[in-house]
């Protein structure tokens, strides 16, 4: 994946879109909390800053990469 930019949240933002906790994100991903602060520091993942500097995630993407994930996962064949 590409590096992708931190943006920060701004109080006049207009954007509608539900934001999701690290926490909220690494339960979809099963995997720690940290995982995700992880993933956003490598760039694997974007956030969004908070003003008081607590990343949040935009729903819409962490729902495309899972299903981007799902897509790629072998499907059991008995």
Known sequence: MERVAH???SAQSTDSETLLTPAEVAALF??????????????????IRT????????ETEIRG???VEAAQEPVDQA
């Open 7 to 9: 943006r920060f949240m």
């Open 30 to 47: 099963r995997v720690d909390p940290k995982t995700v602060t992880r993933w956003a520091k490598a760039g694997k993942i974007s956030s």
């Open 51 to 58: 003003l008081g500097g607590h990343r949040r995630f935009r």
């Open 65 to 67: 990469l899972l299903e």
